[in-house]
């Protein structure tokens, strides 16, 4: 397993503002994460400190050298779970491997791609979650359904095949994502990947079955979202972070209600500027370099 001090999910402006606060003091650091939104080819004309209009992969990049000449460690690997160990220290489950870390600070913003299911507010709760480790449990040899065409999704049902075999996966309409090692591991399990989409749930008092876009239905107790990609909300929900609707809550110092994590940027849901997100994630970083070094003492 990758060893860390600080590991930070997102290589946006605020992610990378953190990374060079954290290289820069010492901090072993590792950055995972790919392209974010704001790294495409528009135009900024509304930053400090640039006279001249750059493009957002322009500033981007920028950042990316500039956290990489401290010593910081980056590259383009989603994370697709997080939890907490007993030691307090911290494992992101990526794509080629685990990585632990003594603080995990949050940056890749509030992204959620909905299932477009018609009545799925209605059962959340009920039947609908988006977090296998904290209700997989509930549901111990029944059948359910994850919604999801790519990595994301294979690796939550693969995480629920600890509590029951009867795990299907539902593309949602989408061709499916995932890499060929995950097929290949959903095959092994026996789960399948059905290119349809989930229109409609139905039962009494908690889902029951899911109807289908060809009009069949699928009995199932449980629906686990994981559309796309994970984001900073799939991690709170696994690490009990508090939430105020899809944006985690964090103090003026970036803190959240869990030592060791941090969040900063658009997934706070502030001011949604990337001067914020900048400024943001300086705060975090600082304040992670303070919690990794007293773990440091303590070890």
Known sequence: MEQTELLIIGQGPAGLSAAIYAARAGVRTTILGCAPKVAGDYDID??????????????????????????????????????????GSFVATAEHGEVRAQAVILATGVSRARPGVSNLADYEGKGVSYCVSCDGFFYRNRPVLVAGQGTFAANQALELTNYTPRVTIVTQGKAPTMSADYRARLAEANIPVLERSVVRLEGATAMERAVLDDGTGLDADGLFVAMGEASSLD???????????????????????????????????RFLQ??????????????????????????
């Not at 001249?52 to 460690?73: D, M, N, P, V, W």
């Not at 991690?235 to 060791?260: K, M």
């Open 235 to 269: 991690f709170a929900y696994t690490l009990g972070l508090e939430r105020n609707g899809v944006f985690i809550q964090a103090d003026s110092e970036q803190r959240t209600n869990i030592p060791g994590v941090y969040a900063a940027g658009d997934c706070v849901g």
């Open 274 to 299: 990337i001067a914020v997100a900048v400024g943001e994630g300086a705060k975090a970083g600082r304040a992670a370099i303070e919690h990794v070094k007293a773990r440091r003492k303590a070890a």
């Open 46 to 87: 509304n930053y400090f400190g640039f006279e001249e209009t750059i493009s957002g992969h322009e500033l981007i990049e920028r950042g990316k050298r500039q956290a990489t000449r401290f010593g910081a460690s980056m590259r383009c690997e989603r994370v697709l779970g997080l939890h907490q160990d007993e030691d």
